[in-house]
T-cell receptor
Framework: ETGVTQSPTHLIKTRGQQVTLRCSSQ?????VSWYQQALGQGPQFIFQ???????GRGNFPPRFSGLQFPNYSSELNVNALELDDSALYLC??????????????FGPGTRLTVL | AQSVTQPDIHITVSEGASLELRCNYS??????LFWYVQSPGQGLQLLLK??????LVQGIKGFEAEFKRSQSSFNLRKPSVHWSDAAEYFC????????????FGTGTSLTVIP
């Protein structure tokens, strides 16, 4: 069973640029969630994708957007990067067939630094 | 609104000593509760979870947690800590409904002294 994978591992961008982060869900999982973890903080929910559509969103501006593909992999796109976007971005996958409160399995994260 | 509080930012224990990490939650319905562990530079690994039923749940690596509805708590315990347990521990509540998002606490950093 393949776990959740994310790429790239690290990324350095400058303010105003755009970035795309990628996630491959665990085998058999059809739902992907994205979280932002700032230094010294707990993860904050950005949004979730199910059946290639956004299915819930946290308190993040529209410049944070995403995609889910037919193979359930996902992308997180951030436009007009700001210094405060520097964080660890975590992807988590789950199986919607397990119902509410299902476990989310996390990838190793992408460390984004905005200069 | 849903929220999770982990009152202890940092805890130091001696190897072999017992451990209890505190977690309090605020949620309007029956919560789904989770404990995750994060080692430096790593993602989150699930230790255990509570859905319903027995309020004392067992997890991996010898951890257990007890759900106390009256105290809105879900404290994590381990009878004897190993040096490899040094890490960041996060408590989370899983929201029902659209998005099934998790609300995380700010974490407790555990240092283990030899």
């Amino acid at each position: 069973e393949t776990g959740v994978t994310q790429s790239p591992t690290h990324l350095i961008k400058t303010r105003g640029q755009q970035v795309t982060l990628r996630c491959s869900s665990q085998s058999g999982h059809n739902t992907v969630s994205w979280y932002q973890q700032a230094l010294g903080q707990g993860p904050q929910f950005i949004f979730q994708y199910y059946r290639e559509e956004e299915n819930g969103r946290g308190n993040f501006p529209p410049r944070f957007s995403g995609l889910q593909f037919p193979n359930y992999s996902s992308e997180l796109n951030v436009n007009a990067l700001e210094l405060d976007d520097s964080a660890l971005y975590l992807c988590a996958s789950s199986d919607s067939r397990q119902g509410p409160g299902r476990t989310q399995y996390f990838g190793p994260g992408t460390r984004l630094t905005v200069l | 609104a849903q929220s999770v509080t982990q009152p202890d930012i940092h805890i130091t224990v001696s190897e072999g000593a017992s451990l209890e990490l505190r977690c309090n939650y605020s949620y309007g319905a029956t919560p789904y509760l989770f404990w995750y562990v994060q080692s430096p530079g790593q993602g989150l690994q699930l230790l255990l979870k509570y859905f319903s039923g027995d309020t004392l749940v067992q997890g991996i690596k010898g951890f257990e947690a007890e759900f106390k509805r009256s105290q809105s708590s879900f404290n994590l315990r381990k009878p004897s800590v190993h040096w490899s347990d040094a890490a960041e521990y996060f408590c989370a509540v899983g929201a029902q409904g659209t998005g099934n998002q998790f609300y995380f606490g700010t974490g407790t950093s555990l240092t283990v002294i030899p």
